[in-house]
C-alpha cells in the first residue's frame, strides 16, 4: 500500500510524522519526494547501495560564431528567454524550460541542446527497511519529474523485497511534484497546523485530492498553539467528510529528537504522541 | 530595491518575515509593497485588510488538435520534448496530454496542416489590493491542478505594482528549485527565513548554495530561536555570512501569527526584531545605491 504525507503549507510537521510512521512499520520501503530540500536522509542515514543520475532537462545553448541574429528564435520563444543583444541572441538560462523548439528552428544551426545533469537520485538500506530519495542540484528544475522516477525505482524495490507499506514524504504546496506524489497511491494523508494559513492552504490542498478522488485522512499538528483555530480546522474537516486521525498537541520534544537524530517514536517510545501517531497510522492502514 | 523572502524549508516563517517587515517598513515612513509569489499556497493578504482593485488572468498557450484535419506526419510529436502528444498513427488518434503540456507551442509551429489550432488555459490570477491609500498589496494565485506555478511567478512579479516603491518585497515559494529561482532571479537582495534544526540547516545550505551560483546578495534570519541546537548559527559563522536577525520562539508570537495577527503590531519584543532588520535593509539599500 502507498501512503502520501503532504499538507500545502510547509513546515506543519509533514517530515517528522513522515518519519514517525516510517519507523512504526517493519521492512517499510521509505520514499523521500521533497527532492529540492530532502532532510529524511538525516534522520535515518541510510547505506546507498546505488547513486544515480537524473537528467532534469536541457538547455539551449547559442554558438555566437554561427549566430546571424535574424531573431526567429526570440519571436518564437514563449518563455521569454531569449533577447537579441548586439545582433545575437542571448539565451536566459534561469527562463529557459528546454523545449527546444530554438533549436529546431534555428535556419543556420547556431543552438545547441545541453542536458542537465547534476542531480542524484540515492537507493539504499536503513534501520527500518529501504529507502529511495532524491537530490535536486541547487536551482535545478523539473522536480516532478525526478518525483516520478523515484517513485518508479521505489515500486521495484517494494514487490522485489515484499516491502507491505510504502510512505512518501510529499514537497510543500500544490504544484508538479505534489502531483507526481500523490498520483496513483492509494491514501493521503494531509499535515496542517492550527494557523489561519495553514487552513487555508489544508483547503487548497483537499481541493487537490479531490480531484483524484483519494481516499484522504487529516492530520491536525501543534493544535495547543491555537485550540480555537484546531477546533474550527476539525469542524471543517467534519463538514467535508475528511476524518481527522490525529490532533497532536505542539511538543518541543519533536524539534528535541530531530536533533537527536531520531524519530519522535524512537525518541519517546512510550510517549502520548507516540500512542497518538500510533493510533492515527492504524486508522490509515485498516 | 527588491527584496525576496525566501527559505529552502517550508513553514520556517517566510510569510510571517514577510509581513512584518512590511510592516515595519511603512511604519518608518517608507513607500513599500509586498506581493505573495507563493502561488501555490498564497497566504500573506490574509494579514491586512485590503480592498481589491484590479485583478487579471495569467493564461498560457495550449494547442487544440483537431484530429480530422490532421495527416498524422508525427512531426508534431517529435518537436515535442515533454511528451504531451498521445499518437497513435495505425489508428489515426492524436490527443493532447494536458497535464504534460508546458505551453511551448514547437507543436505549433512543426504542424503543416493546419491541424493545431493555438488556444490558452487559464493558469492563475495576479490580484492588486488598495492598502492604507496605496496599491501596495498583490498576490498571484494558481489555478488548482495547474503543474506549474513559474509562469503565474513571472506575471505576478511584472505586473502586481504599476508604480515603482522604494522597497518591494516578494514572499518566495519554499524550494531551491524553479519557482525559488524564479522569485530571487529578479531581486536586489534576499532574506533567508531559516530556523535552528537540523532540517531547518540542511535546507538552508542548499538554498545560499544555489544563491551564491547565481551571486544574489543575501542575509539570514532565524525564526524560532532557542529551539533546536546551535549548528545554524556556528554554519553561519564558520562561513561568514550575514545574520540579519533573530526571533525568538515564543507561544505567544505562534498564537498571535495563527489567529493572522501582524505580530509586531501587537508583541513589543517582535516589534524590536523587525525594528532592526528594516533599519539593516534601509543601509544596505542606502549603501549600494
Given amino acids: ?286 | 530595491m527588491k527584496i525576496a523572502v525566501a527559505s529552502g524549508k517550508g513553514g520556517t516563517g517566510k510569510t510571517f518575515v514577510a509581513v512584518n517587515l512590511f510592516h515595519s517598513l511603512k511604519n518608518k515612513g517608507k513607500c513599500v509593497a509586498l506581493a505573495d509569489c507563493d502561488v501555490e499556497v498564497p497566504n500573506a493578504l490574509a494579514f491586512f485588510e485590503a480592498d481589491l482593485c484590479n485583478e487579471i488572468e495569467v493564461t498560457e498557450f495550449r494547442p487544440i488538435i483537431h484530429n480530422d484535419q490532421c495527416v498524422f506526419c508525427g512531426k508534431c510529436v517529435e518537436y515535442c520534448e515533454y511528451h504531451a502528444i498521445f499518437y497513435m498513427p495505425s489508428s489515426r488518434y492524436i490527443r493532447l496530454l494536458n497535464d504534460l503540456c508546458h505551453g511551448c507551442a514547437a507543436c505549433s509551429v512543426a504542424c503543416e496542416s493546419g491541424a493545431i489550432e493555438n488556444s490558452s488555459t487559464v493558469v492563475g490570477t495576479v490580484s492588486s489590493y488598495k492598502y492604507q491609500n496605496s496599491v501596495c498589496l498583490a498576490e498571484g494565485r494558481m489555478t488548482t491542478g495547474h503543474p506549474s506555478p513559474v509562469p503565474l511567478i513571472k506575471a505576478t512579479m511584472k505586473n502586481a505594482f504599476q508604480d515603482q516603491s522604494e522597497y518591494e518585497l516578494y514572499d518566495s515559494p519554499p524550494g531551491t528549485s524553479c519557482p525559488f529561482i524564479q522569485t530571487v532571479a529578479k531581486s536586489d537582495f534576499v532574506i533567508l527565513v531559516t530556523e535552528p534544526t537540523p532540517f531547518g540547516l540542511s535546507d538552508l545550505k542548499q538554498a545560499i548554495d544555489t544563491l551564491l551560483t547565481m551571486g544574489k546578495a543575501f542575509g539570514v534570519v532565524i525564526n524560532r530561536a532557542g529551539l533546536g541546537d546551535r549548528e545554524v548559527y556556528d554554519y553561519l559563522e564558520r562561513n561568514g555570512y550575514t545574520l540579519l536577525a533573530e526571533i525568538p520562539f515564543e507561544e505567544e508570537i505562534a498564537r498571535l501569527y495563527s489567529e493572522g495577527k501582524v505580530v509586531s503590531e501587537h508583541h513589543e519584543g517582535a516589534n524590536r526584531v523587525f525594528h532592526s532588520l528594516a533599519d539593516k535593509l534601509i543601509a544596505y539599500g542606502n549603501s549600494s545605491n
Fill in chain 1, 1 to 286: 500500500m502507498e501512503i502520501a504525507v503532504i499538507s500545502g503549507k510547509g513546515g506543519t510537521g509533514k517530515s517528522s510524522i513522515s518519519a514517525a510512521f516510517m519507523s512504526l512499520v517493519s521492512n517499510v520501503m521509505a520514499v523521500d519526494c521533497d527532492v529540492d530540500a530532502s532532510n529524511l536522509y538525516l534522520l535515518f542515514h541510510p547505506f546507498h547501495d546505488k547513486e544515480l543520475v537524473f537528467v532534469s532537462g536541457k538547455h539551449a545553448k547559442v554558438d555566437n560564431e554561427v549566430c546571424i541574429g535574424c531573431g526567429r528564435c526570440e519571436e518564437l520563444c514563449r518563455f521569454d528567454a531569449i533577447e537579441m543583444t548586439q545582433g545575437k541572441a542571448v539565451i536566459d538560462e534561469i527562463s529557459c524550460d528546454g523545449c527546444a523548439l530554438c533549436y529546431r528552428i534555428c535556419p543556420v544551426d547556431a543552438i545547441t541542446m545541453i542536458p542537465v545533469d547534476k542531480s542524484r537520485m540515492y537507493i539504499g538500506t536503513f534501520r527500518h527497511g529501504n529507502m529511495v530519495y532524491g537530490r535536486l542540484a541547487p536551482g535545478e528544475e523539473n522536480s516532478g519529474k525526478m518525483v516520478n522516477q523515484i517513485r518508479e525505482i521505489s515500486k521495484n524495490i517494494a514487490k522485489e523485497k515484499l516491502c507491505p507499506v510504502t510512505i512518501l514524504d510529499g514537497p510543500p504546496g500544490i504544484g508538479c511534484p505534489v502531483l507526481s506524489t500523490i498520483t496513483g497511491v492509494d491514501k493521503v494523508v494531509i499535515v496542517t497546523e492550527p494557523t489561519l494559513s495553514g487552513f487555508s492552504d489544508l483547503k487548497r490542498a483537499v481541493e487537490l485530492v479531490r480531484q483524484y478522488s483519494l481516499p484522504t485522512y487529516v492530520i491536525i499538528n501543534k493544535c495547543t498553539l491555537n485550540q480555537t483555530v484546531a477546533r474550527q480546522v476539525e469542524d471543517w474537516c467534519a463538514e467535508k467528510n475528511v476524518p481527522v486521525v490525529a490532533l497532536l498537541p505542539f511538543s518541543p520534544e519533536m524539534v528535541e529528537a530531530l536533533v537527536e537524530g531520531k524519530t519522535i517514536v524512537e525518541y519517546r517510545p512510550q510517549s502520548d504522541m507516540t500512542n497518538l501517531l500510533k493510533k492515527a497510522l492504524s486508522e490509515i492502514l485498516f
